[in-house]
């Protein structure tokens, strides 16, 4: 399956923004979805999943309270609500998906990838 994202962008810290990520497939029941991000020089981190028949949600801690991930079942398309942005927030944010849903939050427990895209956020 080939995943895209988009939503990306430059803003203020308090601001807010939204990473749609679209499938070219429809996403089965058993898939888990990702989000990850990776700021330069440093790992690809984990930031949310989401269960895709479940619904079932899951975070690290640095985002909780301000980032909702949720899903379009319908339009096989994974969402990233990102509130009270802070500076280091900034990263490339990849959407990814795990056709197993193991719910791992680790980069390697996920088969398929979209190609990023650059969130900033200015102090």
């Known amino acids: 399956v080939r995943l895209v994202e988009s939503g990306g962008g430059f803003v203020q810290t308090g601001g807010s923004l939204r990473l749609s990520c679209a499938a070219s497939?429809?996403?089965?029941?058993?898939?888990?979805m990702g989000w990850f991000r990776q700021a330069p020089g440093k790992e690809r981190d984990f930031v949310a999943l989401?269960?895709?028949?479940?619904?079932?949600?899951y975070y690290t801690d640095s985002v909780k309270g301000r980032f909702t991930i949720s899903r379009d079942i319908a339009k096989d398309t994974v969402y990233l609500q990102m509130n009270s942005l802070k500076p280091e927030d900034t990263a490339v944010y990849f959407c990814?998906?795990?056709?197993w849903g193991s719910g791992a939050v680790l980069p390697v427990g996920y088969g398929y990838w979209g190609q990023g895209t650059q969130v900033t956020v200015s102090s």
């Open positions: 989401i269960h895709w028949e479940s619904g079932t949600t």
């Open positions: 990814a998906a795990d056709r």
């Open positions: 497939d429809r996403i089965f029941s058993t898939y888990t």
